[in-house]
C-alpha cells in the first residue's frame, strides 16, 4: 500500500495559520486535486472543519478522540485505526493537518510535498523535519530515510503569490524494495473546494 503524505508547506515549514492556509496557489490546488482525485483521503478534525464539507470524489476519513460522527465521512480514533481501515486500498493520502502528519509519517512511504517559497512568521501548524538521503547518514543506522525522486519548480505570477516546487519524496527503503512497504501498525478553505 503507497501512504502518502500530501502537503504544502513553507521554507520554515508552515503548513497553517489560525485554521488557514497562508497562500494562495490555484496550480497547487489542482496539484492536490490530481493527486487525491478517487482515494481515501485522512485528515485530522482540525482540518476537516477548517475545510468545511465533503471532498467529493473521495473516501473522506477524520480522526478525533472524541465520540462523533460527521455526515459523509468515516469517524476514526486514531491513525492505526483509518490505516486499518483502509487496508485493502492500493493508496491512502494523509492530507493533514499538522498533528497528524507528524503521527502519520512513521507510516508513509511517499511524501508529496509542495514546498513554497517563503517564510511565514506567526504560523500556528507545521509540517514536521524529515531526513534526506543528501542531509543524514540515517540509513547506516537503520533509521527512515527519504529521497528526493522528482521535483518541479513554478515561478511566481499573478496568480500566485508565490514561488513553489512540487518535491516527490520516496521512503529509500521502499524504493529499494520496488515500492513495498508494510505499516507498522501498532505504533475560508477554498484550497479544497476543487
Ligand atoms: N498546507 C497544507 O498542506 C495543510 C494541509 C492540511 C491542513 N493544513 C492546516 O493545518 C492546520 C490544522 O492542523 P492542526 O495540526 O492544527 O490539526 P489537525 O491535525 O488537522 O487536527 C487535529 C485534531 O485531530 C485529532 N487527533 C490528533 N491526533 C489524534 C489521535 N492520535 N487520535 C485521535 N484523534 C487525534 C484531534 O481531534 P479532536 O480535537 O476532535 O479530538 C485533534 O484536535 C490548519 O491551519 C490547516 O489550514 C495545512
Known sequence: MIISLIAAASENNCIGKQGEIPWDLPKDFKHFHDATKGKPIVMGRKTHESIGRVLPGRKNVVVTRQDMEIEGCEVVHSIEEALELLKDESEVCIIGGGQ?????????NQIDLTRVHTEVEGGDAFFPEFNTSSTSEAPLRGADEWQLISQERHEADEDHNFAYTFMLYKKNNT???????????GVSMEYWII
Not at 524504493?175 to 501498525?185: F, M, V
Open 100 to 108: 497528524i502528519y507528524v503521527q502519520a509519517l512513521p507510516f508513509a
Open 175 to 185: 524504493h529499494a524494495a520496488g515500492g513495498t512497504h508494510k505499516p507498522r501498525l
